[in-house]
């Protein structure tokens, strides 16, 4: 008998005892819950956001005239971006930013081995066009409001000042290896010009309009900072030349550069992005 009560003294403890460990247990995983959402969440909220951006793009002139040369194959350029932005987040979804950002552009051309009649030499050719740009974009911006990870995405245009514009044309013999500078001179304005100028910023416009591109993942650091690794694509919507720089004549039919020299660019960013203002717990409800 002593013992059969024990059993049920015992099963009406474990009885009691079951609600007030569901309790905690629940306490527990809301106090979890709450910690995340201090933890990952209040980056997103409404509010200013500071941020730095760095870029490694590749980088080229659509349809770069070839200034009354032979036509030539473009090669693989790649350059860094860096800025700085300020935006404001409307929402948990949207927001947008304005920043500040010196961009590197240019063009790296080459051609084939042909033959030099004024030299009885086999020579190759290859041209850099190496360009900076201070410029002012403006992006509206989309997120995906989830957990650790989301999409992250953004349209906008970039007004861009040209800064430089560096040239570097050179011949080299097939047979011995030896290099040396291209000569030759175009008339532009009644006036007779070398094409292999080293300083070439007067040949470009002095400001750009671009439309601008991205999407990628953002990453939730802290409660903070957000981490976003996106691709990033941009194109001039006007030529990039001076219009009596686009009109030579060329070795090509006159309307193979019907369309107007344009910069572009794309690559992958990493932008760095911090939330500014006091925070408060209610925010995360």
């Known amino acids: 008998m002593k013992k059969i ?28 819950e709450e910690q995340e959402l201090d933890v990952y969440d209040y980056a997103h909220k409404k509010g200013l956001t500071i941020g730095v951006t760095g870029s490694a793009v590749l980088t080229g002139i659509v349809t770069q005239p070839s200034w009354g ?17 300020l935006g404001y987040q409307f929402s948990n979804h949207f927001g947008v930013s304005i920043g500040l950002a010196m961009l590197n552009l240019g063009t790296s051309l080459d051609n084939k081995a042909y033959y030099l009649k004024e030299l009885d030499k086999d020579v190759e050719e290859y041209r850099t066009i190496d360009m900076s740009y201070f410029s002012i974009p403006l992006m509206l911006r989309y997120v995906d ?11 906008g245009a970039s007004y861009s000042m040209i800064m430089s514009a560096d040239q570097e044309w050179k011949v080299k013999d097939v047979a ?16 007779m010009v070398e094409v292999n100028e080293e300083d070439v910023k007067d040949r470009f416009e002095s400001a750009d309009i671009m439309i601008n591109a991205e999407a990628g993942v953002r990453l939730k650091a802290t409660k903070r900072l957000n981490i976003d690794l996106v691709t990033t694509y941009s194109w001039s919507l006007f030529s ?17 550069w019907s369309e107007k020299p344009r910069n572009m660019y794309g690559g992958f960013k990493v932008n760095l992005t911090y939330k500014l203002g006091r925070y408060h717990k209610e925010d995360d409800r």
């Open 176 to 191: 011995t290896g030896q290099e040396w500078d291209y000569t030759h001179q175009v008339e532009i304005d009644g006036q």
């Open 145 to 155: 409001n989830r957990r650790l990870f989301n999409f992250v995405g953004g349209i």
């Open 240 to 256: 990039s030349t001076k219009e009596a720089w686009n009109d030579l004549p060329n070795w090509q039919p006159k309307d193979y």
């Open 5 to 32: 009560s024990t059993v049920i003294l015992m099963l009406f403890a474990i009885l009691v005892a079951m609600p007030n460990a569901n309790a905690q247990a629940q306490a527990q995983a809301q106090a979890q």
């Open 69 to 85: 040369q032979a036509n030539h194959n473009h090669r693989i350029m790649i350059k860094p971006h860096y800025g700085i932005d």
